[in-house]
């Protein structure tokens, strides 16, 4: 038994295509990134690729407080869930690109509570107190704007107080593949009802192929330089990991702190989940850290992957196909799909 299985991709012009593609293909979901000085709007990208199916779910994973108002992802979700009712997901989490882009970290909990509070208020018709002024807002459509069919929200949820408030507010949970003492703990942390949604960036290899390959470090290099972009801002992250991984990475931190002093925020994201841009993290691409930090590997050991996920209770794992998206996503749909 194997989790659903989705696609997570970064909103670019291309996007649409490739999310009728993953529907073509027989993908459960396609979620997108929202981070608005690296990508295309995500619900802008959505509405286009709700043109174009009429099956796949349509998720955003994750909106941030801060980079735009409650009201303004209401009114998104309303134009969304009009062209694609019944399919549209959100996730909401405190911040990764979309807060380090702007030279921040991520935002409090007590925000992040407030803004899923916020969201779903108004989307249920209730009112909500606007920070600017205090008045009550409630959100009233005119006749042809509403919205169609719920939209479920889910909390991005790493750290045991992130896992509370998905436990205490959330439709579903979301967290990264690599989580340090197994998914299996997460998931007694959230409870046994909400769905938990596992992203990873992966390729299947062919028989044989080493792990390094050209075509292996195209679709998966970027997100082992986004893992030590992660170690970069949140040393933290490197708790428990493997004594090896951890000198790897307090030597990359130590040298794009040297290289890039005061544009950090801007030169270690640039390209993220993409493409490599730095010198720096085409060093730390090797096979050694693919098999770590990513879900590569055979369609064998991939199913096996999946299968020990489901028992761990993932409920969805979306995968992230880098390089040639197109050539990715029929690898990925021929190794985890019935």
Same mark, same amino acid.
């Given at each position: @038994?194997?989790?659903?299985?989705?696609?997570?991709?970064?909103?670019?012009?291309? !996007?649409?295509?490739?999310?009728?593609?993953?529907?073509?293909?027989?993908?459960?979901?396609?979620?997108?990134?929202?981070?608005?000085?690296?990508?295309?709007?995500?619900?802008? !990208?959505?509405?286009?690729?709700?043109?174009?199916?009429?099956?796949?779910?349509?998720?955003?994973?994750?909106?941030?407080?801060?980079?735009?108002?409650?009201?303004?992802?209401?009114?998104?979700?309303? !134009?969304?869930?009009?062209?694609?009712? #019944?399919?549209?997901?959100?996730?909401?989490?405190?911040?990764?690109?979309?807060?380090?882009?702007?030279?921040?970290?991520?935002?409090?909990?007590?925000?992040?509570?407030?803004?899923?509070?916020?969201?779903?208020?108004?989307?249920?018709?209730?009112?909500?107190?606007?920070?600017?002024?205090?008045?009550?807002?409630?959100? @009233?459509?005119?006749?042809?704007?509403?919205?169609?069919?719920?939209?479920?929200?889910?909390?991005?949820?790493?750290?045991?107080?992130?896992?509370?408030?998905?436990?205490?507010?959330?439709?579903?949970? @979301?967290?990264?593949?690599?989580?340090?003492?197994?998914?299996?703990?997460?998931?007694?942390?959230?409870?046994?009802?909400?769905?938990?949604?596992?992203?990873?960036?992966?390729?299947?290899?062919?028989?044989?192929?080493?792990?390094?390959?050209?075509?292996?470090?195209?679709?998966? #290099?970027?997100?082992?330089?986004?893992?030590?972009?992660?170690?970069?801002?949140?040393?933290?992250?490197?708790?428990?990991?493997?004594?090896?991984?951890?000198?790897?990475?307090?030597?990359?931190?130590?040298?794009?702190?040297?290289?890039?002093?005061?544009?950090?925020?801007?030169?270690?994201?640039?390209?993220?989940?993409?493409?490599?841009?730095?010198?720096?993290?085409?060093?730390?691409?090797?096979?050694?850290?693919?098999?770590?930090?990513?879900?590569?590997?055979?369609?064998?050991?991939?199913?096996?992957?999946?299968?020990?996920?489901?028992?761990?209770?993932?409920?969805?794992?979306?995968?992230?196909?880098?390089?040639?998206?197109?050539?990715?996503?029929?690898?990925?749909?021929?190794?985890?799909?019935?």
């Amino acid at each position: @038994m194997t989790p659903r299985i989705g696609v997570f991709l970064a909103p670019v012009r291309d !996007t649409p295509d490739h999310i009728a593609l993953a529907e073509e293909l027989g993908f459960a979901s396609a979620w997108v990134y929202d981070s608005p000085l690296l990508y295309h709007d995500p619900f802008a !990208t959505l509405a286009r690729a709700a043109d174009r199916t009429s099956r796949i779910g349509l998720g955003v994973g994750v909106v941030v407080p801060g980079l735009r108002a409650p009201v303004a992802t209401v009114a998104a979700l309303r !134009t969304l869930s009009s062209l694609a009712p #019944g399919r549209v997901t959100l996730a909401a989490g405190a911040g990764f690109t979309g807060r380090f882009t702007l030279g921040l970290g991520p935002v409090r909990l007590s925000r992040l509570a407030r803004e899923i509070d916020d969201i779903r208020g108004l989307l249920a018709g209730e009112e909500r107190i606007h920070p600017e002024g205090g008045r009550p807002v409630r959100d @009233m459509p005119v006749p042809g704007a509403e919205g169609s069919g719920a939209v479920p929200l889910y909390v991005s949820c790493r750290g045991p107080r992130a896992q509370a408030l998905a436990r205490e507010l959330g439709d579903g949970a @979301m967290t990264g593949i690599l989580y340090p003492g197994g998914l299996a703990s997460l998931r007694a942390a959230i409870g046994p009802d909400i769905p938990l949604v596992v992203h990873a960036v992966g390729s299947v290899a062919d028989e044989g192929e080493p792990l390094d390959s050209p075509r292996l470090r195209a679709a998966v #290099g970027p997100v082992v330089a986004v893992a030590f972009h992660a170690f970069a801002e949140q040393p933290w992250r490197l708790q428990g990991l493997d004594p090896a991984l951890q000198e790897r990475a307090a030597a990359y931190i130590a040298a794009v702190t040297a290289a890039y002093p005061d544009r950090r925020h801007q030169v270690l994201h640039r390209g993220h989940l993409v493409e490599l841009t730095l010198p720096e993290d085409e060093a730390v691409v090797d096979a050694a850290t693919i098999a770590a930090l990513s879900f590569t590997g055979t369609a064998e050991r991939l199913r096996e992957r999946a299968e020990g996920l489901a028992r761990d209770g993932v409920t969805e794992l979306a995968v992230q196909p880098g390089g040639d998206v197109p050539s990715e996503l029929r690898r990925l749909a021929a190794a985890l799909l019935p």
